[in-house]
């Protein structure tokens, strides 16, 4: 080999050397832009991540701080009522403790046309029966008579897991379509009113049984969605109206 043939075989590898480093450049150049992009992804991914984060626990920390803050208006007058306490015993009245009162929740009788004594009879009559478990707080008649049957202090039976932190209110009806008489409607908000003050309920905590098991119960407010968002608006309402705002506890 010549030394002009020398020189242009060693200029040919020093293009090749030349053209292989600059793409090897090319490739660590992409490879920085792509791990920098990666790494750019990967931080602002923990970064909303850590935001949410943040977000959920001021949240979640507001609502409990609202929770804690939230007094509900007291209505002084309570509604006519008559105390017809139900024989001690373990179908109906079981003297079981009541935990804290979180909710009120509202049932019907499913006896069209009978009255609030005659559904605390039936309550009754099952300390001797032993048909089932039943029993409420209250039973509002059809002329908007209430008559109580468990304290509020124990527990009834009536709203299956909810048993021992609510208070239940069965509504009497004259037919089968479980609406309730003005007299009964008219006597349930003012007593429903009356507890959410008593026990410290916000009114969204008031519900149906439907709300607790399925239950079509009480029939026409499970069947008749809007007339059960009135009736919780009028209890808000009646609240808002003739409810003061609660002492406050300096002991």
């Given amino acids: 080999m010549t030394s002009e043939e020398r020189r242009r075989r060693e200029a040919c590898l020093a293009r090749r050397r030349k053209r292989k480093r600059k793409r090897i450049l090319q490739m660590v150049r992409k490879g920085v832009i792509s791990c920098g992009a990666v790494l750019v992804v990967v931080l602002v991914i923990i970064h909303i991540s850590q935001s949410a984060q943040a977000s959920e626990n001021i949240s979640e920390q507001s609502v409990d701080e609202m929770a804690e803050d939230f007094k509900q208006k007291?209505?002084?007058?309570?509604?006519?009522?008559?105390?017809?306490?139900?024989?001690?015993?373990?179908?109906?009245?079981?003297?079981?403790?009541?935990?804290?009162?979180?909710?009120?929740?509202?049932?019907?009788?499913?006896?069209?046309?009978?009255?609030?004594?005659?559904n605390r009879s039936y309550f009754e009559s099952l300390k001797d029966s032993h048909e089932t478990k039943a029993s409420s707080h209250f039973v509002v008649g059809i002329d908007g008579e209430i008559v109580q049957c468990i304290p509020?202090?124990?527990?009834?039976?009536?709203?299956?897991?909810?048993?021992?932190?609510?208070?239940?209110?069965?509504?009497?009806?004259?037919?089968?379509?479980?609406?309730?008489?003005?007299e009964t409607y008219d006597s349930l908000v003012h007593l429903t009113a009356w507890?959410?003050?008593?026990?410290?309920?916000?009114?969204?905590?008031?519900?149906?049984?439907?709300?607790?098991?399925?239950?079509?119960?009480?029939?026409?407010?499970?069947e008749h969605e809007d007339a059960w968002k009135q009736f919780k608006k009028d209890v808000q309402d009646y609240l808002d109206t003739y409810g003061v705002e609660p002492e406050e506890d300096l002991s």
């Fill in 74 to 118: 007291v209505i002084l007058e309570a509604p006519d009522y008559q105390v017809e306490l139900l024989t001690p015993n373990e179908y109906s009245r079981p003297q079981i403790a009541m935990d804290e009162v979180r909710g009120i929740v509202i049932h019907y009788t499913a006896n069209p046309g009978t009255t609030a004594e005659q």
């Fill in 152 to 182: 509020s202090s124990e527990i009834s039976y009536a709203s299956n897991d909810r048993n021992n932190d609510t208070i239940s209110i069965e509504c009497c009806h004259l037919n089968k379509d479980g609406k309730f008489t003005q």
């Fill in 195 to 222: 507890l959410c003050g008593k026990f410290d309920v916000p009114v969204e905590n008031v519900i149906r049984h439907y709300d607790v098991t399925g239950k079509e119960c009480p029939l026409y407010y499970v």
